[in-house]
């Protein structure tokens, strides 16, 4: 095999393995899950399948814009810190909200803060269920009584 080849071969072998590491080939902490979604929103049923390849049983529940909405000021999450659904997990007082990786569902789950809702704000791309490679840190906040508490964790 010449050099060239070799190097090609590499490469291809380096991308398989982040692309396997990056799509969820962990195990979830926890075994039950609900997403509120829009059903129009192809990046939200991308995250239920992520959790689902992590070993979740994911109960999908379909809501209009507006009754999203509705879900989001009922759990009191600031307009700006929003994203496009919510994931609550079985045994855990804290709602995950939008594009969260499973480490963050994970370490929710050992932790149970005290935080209502544990929530990475916007679309960030490369979260799991967007496209394309993480291109910055994703600051992910603790919510409580509709007030940002304060970051939560980083990645």
Excluded at 41 to 57: M, N, P, S, T
Excluded at 79 to 90: D, K, W
Excluded at 121 to 145: H, K, L
Aim: aromatic share 8%; hydrophobic share 35%; with cysteine.
């Amino acid at each position: 095999m010449s050099l060239k080849y070799g190097v090609a071969a590499l490469a291809v072998l380096i991308g398989l393995g982040i692309m396997l590491t990056s799509t969820g080939t962990a195990e979830a902490d926890f075994e039950e899950a609900t997403v509120h979604l829009t059903p129009t929103c192809g990046c939200c049923i991308e995250h239920a399948q992520y959790l689902e390849r992590a070993g979740v049983d994911v109960e999908v529940i379909e809501h209009s814009n507006a009754e999203l909405t509705e879900l989001y000021n009922e759990k009191d999450v600031p307009e700006n810190f929003r994203a496009c659904h919510i994931t609550e997990v079985e045994s855990l007082d804290t709602d995950i909200k939008g594009h969260v990786p499973l480490d963050v569902f994970n370490e929710a789950y050992e932790d149970d803060p005290e935080a209502e809702v544990v929530t990475l704000p916007g679309m960030p791309q490369g979260s799991p269920g967007m496209p394309g490679a993480q291109s910055e840190e994703w600051t992910f906040f603790s919510v409580e009584d509709g007030e940002i508490a304060g970051e939560y964790t980083t990645r």
